[in-house]
């Protein structure tokens, strides 16, 4: 018997096609349809992103494959080394490891005993490392799914709004499929993320004002004619590239030994990472792959970016928008479009949303890079920030099994800590010298 995840399949509702692209006959795979997070009005697959009746926002409906447990495990083995080994899970068609694509994640969950001890952590800690991705941030994976409903509806301009990781893969992705690429920042990003989005050929403008600004031209783009042929990632392929976050949920479970965490501690930018991550928990307890037991999910912001952490807080349900001001740039969205759903999540699962300030971030960043020879960028340094704060407020249990993410490389983010680290010495070329020093 198959599993579909929200409902019944569509009948005849309205879709949308993009390019004279026939959206019924869009084969991404296990993906069957767009159902509203708020009202479940259905429809079928296509380049939309919120409901025509409550606006609420579209996500991934599915016929998930009917295997038992054991040959679902067995054949997600038997894939390849990357996301794509999850296929049969995702809003992809089955022959999608052989297209063009950057093929990211597998990435590695690191056991961190050091970190451990040095937090009172007795249980397992690990960081769930996505660095190590092809441009060096988990938005590699959430672009990687955007990509193939891009191929599906036949657009051929890929672009963005973002924060800078996502402004990097995406021009990374769109080069190696062949598309153009057209990407829209904020002006005031770090020079690393700069360099690393326009380095692949495309387009990259820079808006001034603050990431809502860039979201909010950005959408009044995709509907002027100017935006003809063009898949925003993020806006009119929302629902296709947030699945790919659900990736991660997946590989911590597979690396555990099919097995869930007690706990994580995942970063809010908008939103849509802890959101997703929480949807590939309770897929992979719906398909048998892991044990059905709780778990609870921990978000994390940058004190001078955290409206849902105030409103976690406060005990409100709507999250109040805020002007970003933190090193924390990947973080810095002063409206999250997912802040809702962060504030059920945590409550549901009995976790909680907390932030941290930017010396506390830096700080957090260096001890990890101490402990465990990993250099986070900023959202990681304010994932260990909160892990660490958690703990001292007894709010973190440090017996159970917890996962921090580290979303990106720290290479991007030198000028947050470049003030903090130097050399320990500067000698002469001789032992005397280095002897004075007191190094010897």
């Keep these: 018997m198959s599993v579909l995840t929200s409902g019944d399949h569509p009948d005849t509702a309205p879709g949308a096609t993009a390019n004279g692209a026939n959206a019924a ?35 991934i409906a599915y016929d998930f494959p009917a295997d038992g447990p054991e040959a679902l495990r067995a054949r997600i083995a038997a894939g390849p080394n990357n996301i794509w ?7 992809v068609p089955a022959d999608v490891a052989e297209h063009p694509n950057l093929n990211p994640g597998c990435t590695p969950l690191v056991r961190a005993d050091r970190l451990a001890a040095e937090l009172g952590i007795t249980g397992e800690l690990h960081i769930k490392d996505d660095s190590g991705n092809p441009t060096h941030s988990f938005k590699d994976r959430v672009v990687a799914n955007a990509v193939e409903a891009a191929r599906a509806f036949g657009f051929t301009t890929l672009s963005c709004s973002s924060t800078g990781n996502l402004a990097g893969a995406v021009g990374a992705a769109a080069a190696r499929a062949g598309l153009r690429s057209c990407v829209f920042i904020p002006h005031d990003l770090e020079q690393g993320k700069v360099v690393m989005a326009a380095v692949y050929g495309g387009d990259l403008v820079a808006i001034e004002g603050t990431y809502d600004d860039v979201n909010r031209f950005c959408s009044e783009l995709i509907g002027d004619p100017i935006g003809e042929g063009w898949g925003f990632v993020n806006v009119n392929l929302r629902p296709y590239y947030a699945e790919g976050s659900k990736t991660l949920a997946y590989e911590i479970c597979e690396q555990l030994g099919w097995k869930l965490p007690d706990q994580l501690v995942i970063p809010i930018a908008s939103g849509s990472q802890l959101t997703k991550i929480d949807k590939g928990l309770k897929e992979l307890i719906q398909l048998g792959l892991v044990e059905d037991r709780p778990y609870r999910i921990f978000g994390a912001q940058a004190e001078g970016c955290s409206p849902v952490s105030r409103a976690f807080k406060d005990g409100h349900d709507v999250v109040r928008p805020v002007k970003p001001d933190t090193i924390a740039k990947s973080l810095a969205i002063g409206n999250p479009a997912d802040g809702p759903y ?67 490389d720290g290479l991007k983010t030198l000028d947050a800590v470049a003030g903090t680290t130097g050399p320990s010495a500067t000698i002469r070329p001789n032992l005397d010298s280095f002897r004075e020093a007191g190094l010897a």
């Design 25 to 59: 006959a869009v084969d991404l795979g296990p993906a069957t349809a767009l159902s509203c997070r708020e009202c479940g009005e259905r429809f079928p697959l296509g380049p939309i992103f919120a409901c025509t009746s409550c606006f609420g926002p579209l996500e």
């Design 85 to 91: 080994r999850y296929a049969p899970l995702l809003p």
């Design 342 to 408: 962060v504030l059920d999540i945590a409550r549901r699962t009995g976790g909680a949303v907390e932030d941290v300030n930017d010396e506390q971030i830096v700080a957090a960043i260096r001890l990890l890079a101490r402990t465990e020879g990993i250099f986070a960028e900023t959202a990681g340094g304010v994932t260990v920030g909160v892990t660490r704060k958690l703990l001292a407020a007894g709010v973190l249990d440090p017996s159970a099994t917890t996962v921090v993410l580290n979303t990106g």
